[in-house]
């Protein structure tokens, strides 16, 4: 029988460094990375996880190509990729199983130091949103607290809500004004 997280039962897990270049746009945020995730050291590596799907939709990223391909076809459109949480405790992958007092946050005042260009964050998720707007939006200058918000459905097969051809649109339609460098 599983324990619930908040009574302690989870592990710690930290996320990975920003995908970006200083030429950045636009910056998709996720909440944490899932288990699997973690143990490829990829974003998005859960093979049920429609993110590269939706890539190759909208920007023609096709999710066989190495991981490193991939990143580097997102850098080119103008997308940085990151997670609102540097560290959490949490129990598998579910943003549910976040241990809330654990949370950390990344530090998006640098990142936008040396991405000043970005003027858009897409959420994948509502988590992802939520946990920015609480632990993130509060600590910014009032120009990075400006910056345009737009809350996406979740990539994650978790999110069962919308089936695969009603999250590309909605996500087409929130990258639409992404231009390549």
Known sequence: MRRPVESGYGQPVESFPPLFNGSAHVLILGSMPGMASLSAGQYYAHPRNAFWRIMRGIFGIDESLPYSHRTTALLNQGLAVWDVLKACVRQGSLDSDIVSHSIVANDFKTLFAQCPAIGKIVF??????????????????????AIRMVRLPSTSPANAGLDFAEKLHVWREALVDVKPD
């Open 124 to 145: 994948n998720g509502s988590t992802a949103q939520q946990t920015y707007i609480r632990h993130v939006l509060p600590t910014l200058d009032a120009r990075y607290a």
